[in-house]
């Protein structure tokens, strides 16, 4: 069973593009998006949004055409979209 680690906020670049996962009251953070996507494909690590519901928003890894990038299932809502969280502070 993986451990789970709550994203609150994220690091983007100037085109809007996830590169950070953050949390900081957390040790890991912020955890880079290379990092994250190891993390998580190696199965040890899980991170999620957690919802106003108390449901978890799971962060996956996709395969897009410039290569491997993090995200939620969108649902229509911007309450677990990673790119409207917060930017990571230091």
């Known amino acids: 069973m993986p451990i ?6 994220t690091g983007k670049d100037r ?3 996830i ?4 949390n900081s009251g957390e040790h890991w953070s912020p ?13 040890i690590y899980q991170y ?16 897009g055409s410039s290569g491997k990038y993090l995200r939620t299932n969108w649902d229509g809502t ?8 917060p930017d990571c502070t230091s």
């Open 48 to 63: 999620y949004v957690l919802l106003k519901n108390g449901e978890r928003a799971i962060v996956g890894v996709v395969n």
């Open 19 to 22: 590169t950070a996962l953050c």
């Open 4 to 9: 789970e680690r709550r994203i609150v906020q």
């Open 78 to 85: 911007k309450r677990n979209n990673l790119d409207d969280l």
């Open 31 to 43: 955890r880079s998006k290379s990092k994250a996507i190891q993390d998580i494909e190696s199965g």
């Open 15 to 17: 085109d809007g593009d």
